[in-house]
């Protein structure tokens, strides 16, 4: 029988200790997956081109522990340390070594997996196009399928200046693919509210940047959004937002980014207190020259191409440049 002496025992658990320090701190500092990734290029390790599935859309959104890579199809997602045997292992069969990967994704894609410690594991769908694994360093992101295949994209942040519409404000983009069930899932349970009325926040970011209006708000979309007649019909129907900022709500808005010269907005009602009214189920608006050119009053989902999908994907509308929504 061996017996492990005192020394002995404590001199295991500093070696596990430090061991699980630096797996921690190798998850601590991954860089952050989430936000809007926009589809740069594609490629296969031997050249097989045959082998690339085209994915379902041109941009994917991670927010919280989930990639979103079309309106059907979300996959979860995990941090775990980086390794090149673990993740690559088909390549290792095929004599492929780390300086060799990392030579072809730098040549191909400008992508350095040397500076990588975290990736990120993606379960297994089949909606997925076989992905597997997710990196990033700084504003790039790099997806492995099927250990040979290669999807790199480039992290979409937009800050808009709004000179053109009468406006120094300037005013952060709320990125496409806009999805307005991730946004009341996710951002709008964060928005916080003082005496019930939503409050301007960065906690959605970099996925989301939700505005509010006011009476006081001095920029010219904020004052369209506040003071635009939303009602079709029975202004009864909403009880205040035929014009809500003048019967004092306080609509929270997004801006998406422009098609060309026409800024889209996504309008929604937050409002506290709203046991004694109808909720306004929220509009898309088109603006143009200062003044607002259409509203769209559907909760689909607007992609990169200005198109509106539902849920199954089916396109619904389109924003035209005039700044018509079009019905398919």
Not at 2 to 11: G, L, S
Not at 36 to 60: C, H, M, R
Request: with cysteine.
């Amino acid at each position: 029988m061996i017996r492990v002496t005192k020394e002995a025992r404590k001199h295991r658990w500093k070696v596990v200790v430090v061991a699980l320090s630096f797996w921690s701190a190798g998850i601590a500092h991954a860089e952050t997956v989430e936000g809007t990734w926009k589809f740069a290029s594609s490629g296969e390790y031997f050249g097989d081109k045959n082998l690339i599935t085209p994915l379902a859309t041109q941009a994917v959104q991670a927010t919280d522990d989930k990639l979103v890579l079309s309106p059907s199809c979300a996959v979860r997602f995990r941090a775990e340390p980086y390794a090149y045997s673990m993740v690559f292992q088909g390549l290792l069969r095929e004599k492929v070594r780390a300086d060799q990967l990392n030579k072809y994704l730098g040549d191909k894609f400008g992508f350095d997996l040397r500076d990588v410690k975290t990736g990120y594991k993606v379960e297994k769908s089949q909606c997925a196009n076989g992905l597997q694994e997710v990196f990033v360093v700084g504003d790039d992101m790099l997806a492995v399928a099927s250990n040979t295949i290669f999807y790199a994209f480039k992290r979409d942040g937009i800050v808009q200046k709004l000179a053109n519409l009468g406006s120094d404000f300037t005013q952060k983009i709320t990125p496409l693919p806009f999805d307005l069930n991730t946004f009341q899932m996710r951002c709008a349970p964060a928005i916080n509210r003082i005496k019930g009325v939503p409050q301007t926040t960065d906690k959605c970011a970099p996925v989301f940047y939700p505005y509010v209006t006011s009476k006081n708000d001095k920029d010219i979309i904020g004052k369209l959004v506040g003071h635009h007649h939303y009602l079709k019909g029975d202004p009864k129907n909403y009880n205040g937002y035929d014009d809500p900022v003048s019967n004092n709500f306080h609509p929270v808005y997004m801006l998406l980014p422009p098609l060309k010269d026409i800024t889209l907005v996504r309008v929604e009602d937050l409002e506290g207190g709203a046991e004694d009214r109808d909720i306004f189920s929220g509009a898309y608006l088109s603006i143009k020259n200062g003044a607002v050119v259409d509203q769209l009053d559907d909760g689909c989902r607007f992609l990169s191409d200005y198109s509106c999908v539902n849920d199954r994907g089916t396109k619904m509308y389109r924003l035209a440049e005039s700044g018509k929504f079009i019905k398919y």
